[in-house]
């Protein structure tokens, strides 16, 4: 039986509480201010009157699902608040050393240079969830309202039009019953509503299919990153210090490298990313961060060292021809949810940034004009497609596609392409969806049972290398338990059969936090999913990789999650 909702207007509606849609917010309530003031000050003019902005977050508080490495280019921070630095911007170091350097299984080459793409000279290292958590503080100084706690679970529309979202329902039990705490979702209602749910958002995922605003395009592409945050002895590392790596322990047919940032308080943030386009059924991205660690480098880096959190997250990494439409009537799409990472440099922060400010722009001219249509709209993408930000991803066009023949290949056409400023290896380089490219166990290993040592295989000690059970509670995961699983797995047999023969439960290893577990019985043999849904940390990988796309990631109840504070 369908519920009645409450119904709440908003003028401006921005779904996601991470940086894109912050950055958004907050401009766009100072520009309304400024106007404002002018307007007053001029006597003449239409002044804007009670515009309510309202931003959406899942997480229990604004920064308990951002997360990324990261190394923040400031370009587009100074443009959103030129007194960054006076408002006391969580920064954890500018880059003041960096190295790249190649890792075999024992040893450490580092590069004579810094590749041009990965010299960030003038960057600061951040934690992500504190700079949400900060950009969300002025963005409720200057009016935002925020609603941490809510999860947005569908799109409302009149006819083709956006018109806003419906929150998920609370207090509703496993078997789908309302409990005694049951509160339904409401309809937010909005003008114009902004989509920056990050990397594979679930409303963003429904937009771009219900419109096909990727036809002709090539298909998003992803990375997963895992990673924690040690506190470490003294003077290992100094804040700001930034390490990037690659080889080990990837083989050379996966995309993805390591990194290392030096933090304030002798912390240093490390993690892997790893290419969801890999082959192996196998791999296992969490294991892959673990054998990372056992590196003579980075174990000496660590020892006697404690580790504080630990999370993990997808990003995009499709690059300039994986970017859907971003504008229909009544709705933007910015930062990760558009594609908008420069996959060659690994930043996406200054870009999200800038889409929301260049939302807040258009949204501002619209509110003048009391239009919403796409028409009106365009202007954000017009005014994205000019910026510093599209020329950067425009010129790393092709460089997630450039690792399709290894990494040795990747990286001589890399270079080729950069020096060359685009000019080698201009035109489109064609892409398939992540899922499709994991090949059958037989095919790999030429076995069906391949032994643990080809597995690749370890033993986790508890003290520098963790199981993924141990390591989730690093990340302040909690979820009501009594509530629906918000992993839908479309046909469970296609998991004992097909899944099996070819890949024997692939979704048992790519997911970060042991959601899903294959339960084999004693006696019979036969398998049994056990879906530990209240492990999710929300990365996204599962909707991504499953080959045979059976399992579908939806919101649960507002405020589950992880509860990141320095990731």
Request: charged share 25%; with cysteine.
């Amino acid at each position: 039986m369908e519920q009645d909702r409450e119904i709440m207007e908003v003028d401006v509606l921005f779904a996601g509480g991470g940086i894109a849609c912050l950055s958004g917010a907050l401009h766009l309530a100072n520009r309304i201010k400024k106007h404002n003031e002018k307007v007053v000050q001029q006597g003449k003019g239409k002044t804007l009157d009670d515009i309510v902005i309202a931003v959406l977050e899942k997480g229990g508080f604004v920064g308990a699902h951002s997360i990324s490495g990261a190394v923040m280019d400031p370009v587009s921070l100074k443009e959103l608040v030129p007194d960054f630095l006076e408002k006391e911007a969580p920064l954890e170091g500018k880059v003041n050393k960096e190295e790249v350097c190649l890792l075999t299984s024992r040893k450490k080459i580092k590069f004579p240079i810094v590749p041009p793409p990965l010299d960030n000279h003038g960057n600061y290292v951040v934690s992500l969830s504190k700079l949400a958590q900060w950009l969300g503080s002025l963005a409720e100084e200057s009016g935002v309202d925020i609603f941490p706690g809510f999860a947005g679970t569908e799109i409302l529309y009149d006819g083709k039009r956006i018109i806003g979202i419906q929150t998920g329902d609370k207090g509703v039990d496993a078997d789908g019953t309302r409990k005694s705490n049951f509160e339904p979702g409401i309809n937010l209602q909005a003008k114009v509503t902004v989509f920056g749910e990050g990397a594979r958002g679930n409303l963003t995922k429904t937009l771009i299919e219900k419109f096909g605003l990727d036809k002709g395009k090539n298909p998003q592409s992803y990375v997963v990153g895992v990673k924690e945050v040690w506190e470490i002895p003294e003077g290992r590392i100094t804040a700001g210090q930034v390490i990037h790596t690659m080889g080990y322990p990837h083989k050379s047919d996966t995309y993805g490298g390591g990194f290392i940032y030096g933090m304030k308080n002798n912390m240093v943030t490390l993690g892997l990313l790893t290419g969801l386009d890999y082959k192996d059924p196998f791999l296992d991205p969490h294991r892959e961060f673990q054998k990372l660690k056992l590196h003579p480098f980075i174990a000496d880096l660590l020892k006697n060292g404690k580790i504080i959190q630990y999370g993990a997250k997808t990003a995009p990494v499709g690059g300039y021809f994986s970017i859907p439409e971003l504008v229909l009537d009544g709705g933007i799409i910015i930062g990760d949810s558009a594609s908008l990472f420069i996959s060659q440099k690994i930043k996406g922060i200054h870009a999200a940034i800038k889409s929301g400010i260049l939302a807040g722009d258009t949204i501002f001219d619209a509110l003048l004009k009391d239009d919403f249509s796409k028409v009106q709209l365009e202007s954000y993408k017009t005014s994205l497609y000019q910026t510093h930000v599209m020329k950067e991803i425009y010129n790393s066009r092709n460089f997630h596609q450039f690792f399709k023949n290894g990494l040795w290949m990747a990286v001589i056409k890399a270079g080729l392409h950069y020096l060359s400023e685009g000019r080698i290896f201009k035109s489109r380089l064609y892409a398939e969806h992540d899922f499709n490219h994991m090949k059958k166990v037989s095919d790999i290993y030429g076995t069906d049972s391949p032994a643990d040592e080809q597995k690749g295989s370890i033993k986790f000690d508890g003290e520098l290398t963790f199981d993924k059970e141990s390591d989730l509670f690093y990340s302040g995961t909690i979820h009501e338990e009594r509530q629906t699983p918000h992993l839908k797995i479309k046909d469970i047999n296609v998991c004992y059969t097909r899944c099996r023969d070819k890949y024997q439960y692939p979704c048992v290893r790519f997911c970060p936090a042991n959601v899903y577990e294959m339960v084999i019985d004693g006696q019979t043999g036969r398998p049994s999913m056990k879906l530990n849904f209240s492990n999710c940390v929300h990365c996204k990988t599962c909707d991504i990789k499953d080959p045979f796309e059976n399992i579908t990631w939806v919101p649960p109840e507002g405020g589950g999650g992880p509860q990141y504070t320095l990731m």
